[in-house]
């Protein structure tokens, strides 16, 4: 597939210097003129120019003479495709300044298992159209599925299954691009992997991804990870592993064996790619820290029951995820402190506090439980992608991840070039989720103006544990479908973001 694709690019490159001058007398609405572009993650950055019209580029190259509605100087600027968040929780639409602001022109939802209700996606779609600050590719959530039949348990029974794959047939048709999982989540951390097969089969059908939080992301994980290779080799599904990590003491230093696995099923024809959010915290509710028996709020007199084996399962899963020192509450009673501040000013047991003062569904925490050592490693495989696991503000990935990739990452440590960088947050998403087959995520005539243009010197991410909302610097315009959408580096207000639908493809309009 890249071979093909280098042969494209390098074949629009020529087009287009070919003919270097285009028509002197032409007027588009906008031009970008004097940065460096990467057409693609696969190609090395070039001193061209780039000519809109509408919703789209016409032409690259240089264009002495050309007048233009508006034209951006972007000297010392990088002139990118503009970044996909392949995972993103901002299933409700709306301007999206959070992500504008990081560049970010398209987002990718429904994902761990949550989503719109399946029944009705299609209109859930089209009420969006023209709401949007950024484009929106959305997947079915497995867990939303199961509510939508009114499934909770292990194993649906034939028509609960038939059900459900009719429903999933109706979310592709009506535009979803795959199925995501939730397996550490109510209901679906009850299906068993044939249910999960049987169903990413018809996705496979219709060319979808099966995105997948897995079902353990600790000392478990390589298990879990098994787990969606499989799933994909057997339903024929790509895979998406999501917010890619090895978290907890008992995972740390899994990352090669984690790798490997992923490697080997490539090797083996399985695709499965990963994306990762840039930092060695993660987020949830603070449900990950109660066993799955006592998730289900209904179990809550079984609870009242079995309060020794509560205390055992919760002190495991908190020693699990590093203790009480690595738990900062950021929703609930407690936010903005560390759950050992809490029990310590309470002079009770961690344990005590969680179950008795927080309970399974009364907050969410920050888990400072990954290592940089491991989040590298990851990180540098070369099907990674950068996604945000926002949007958050609780949390500084809502309003830091693609800034902080392209800074710390690119810039300061120097693990990425600037193409292979652009890969890793526009065109591997695009070649996972279909995109390139709607002219999106590559900078070439024909093809949809979704443009980051920033300054790879000073690009930086604003936001901290402390202030999770600070915003980044150096973006300086982002274009979303031809339209500034953010411009010297505040949102311009204008929703030029559209809901894609998978299977749709677009003709070109190029020269
Ligand atoms: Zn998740």
Not at 280 to 290: D, N, P, V, Y
Request: proline share 5%; with cysteine.
């Amino acid at each position: 597939m890249r071979h093909a694709l280098l042969l494209l690019a390098f074949h629009l490159v020529c087009i287009a210097c070919s003919r270097p001058t285009d028509t002197p007398a032409a007027v588009y609405d906008v031009l970008i003129v004097g940065g460096t572009v990467v057409i693609d993650g696969y190609l090395a950055p070039v001193e061209i120019d780039v000519a809109i019209v509408g919703d789209r580029v016409v032409s690259i190259g240089h264009f002495p003479g050309a007048t233009a509605h508006r034209t951006i100087d972007a000297t010392g600027m990088l002139v990118v495709p503009g970044f996909i968040d392949t995972h993103n929780h901002g299933d409700d639409g709306g301007a999206r300044p959070d992500f504008l602001r990081q560049g970010v022109t398209t987002i990718v939802v429904g994902n761990c298992g949550g989503s719109a209700s399946i029944r009705t996606l299609a209109r859930h779609y089209d009420e969006l159209e023209g709401t949007l600050g950024v484009n929106y590719v959305g997947l079915i959530g497995h867990n939303q599925l199961r509510r939508d039949i009114r499934f909770t348990g292990e194993r649906p029974s034939d028509e609960q299954m038939q059900e459900m794959k009719r429903l999933v047939a109706q979310g592709m048709e009506a535009g979803a691009f795959g199925m995501s999982t939730g397996l550490t989540y109510h209901p679906g951390f009850n299906a068993e992997t044939e249910e999960l097969v049987e169903l990413a089969r018809v996705v496979a059908g219709h060319g979808g991804v099966y995105a997948s939080h897995i079902r353990n992301e600790g000392p478990r994980v390589l298990e879990a990870v098994a787990e969606a290779i499989r799933i994909g080799r057997e339903s024929g599904c790509r895979v998406q592993i999501s917010h890619a990590k090895v978290a907890g003491p008992g995972a740390w230093g899994l990352a090669g064996e984690y790798l490997a696995l992923v490697d080997a099923a490539n090797a083996q024809g399985v695709v499965v790619c990963m994306d990762q959010y840039p930092y060695t915290a993660s987020q949830t509710g603070i449900g990950a820290l109660f066993p799955l028996w006592a998730r289900d709020n209904r179990s809550a007199a079984a609870e009242a029951q079995r309060r020794a084996e509560l205390e055992r399962d919760v002190a495991e899963l908190l020693a699990g995820r590093g203790g009480a020192e690595r738990v900062f509450l950021s929703r609930g009673p407690f936010a903005g402190r560390f759950l050992s501040d809490i029990a310590a000013s309470l002079d009770k047991d961690p344990v005590a506090v969680l179950i008795d003062d927080i309970g399974v569904g009364g907050g969410s925490a920050v888990y400072h439980m990954m290592l940089e050592d491991d989040l590298r490693e990851l990180m540098a495989h070369p099907y990674q992608m950068i996604a945000s696991d926002g949007p958050t503000n609780t949390h500084p990935r809502g309003h830091g991840t693609f800034p902080r990739f392209w800074g710390r990452y690119v810039r300061e440590l120097e693990m990425f070039d600037h193409a292979d960088a652009v890969r890793r947050t526009s065109t591997l998403a695009a070649e996972q989720f279909r995109l390139f087959e709607q002219h999106r995520a590559r900078i070439a005539p024909g093809w949809f103006a979704d443009i980051v243009i920033f300054d790879p010197a000073t690009i930086a991410d604003g936001a901290t544990f402390e202030e999770p909302t600070t915003p980044p610097q150096g973006v300086r315009q982002v274009l979303v479908n031809g339209v500034v959408a953010l411009d010297d580096g505040e949102p311009t207000g204008l929703l030029a973001g559209r809901v894609l639908r998978h299977g749709t493809t677009t003709a070109g309009s190029g020269p």
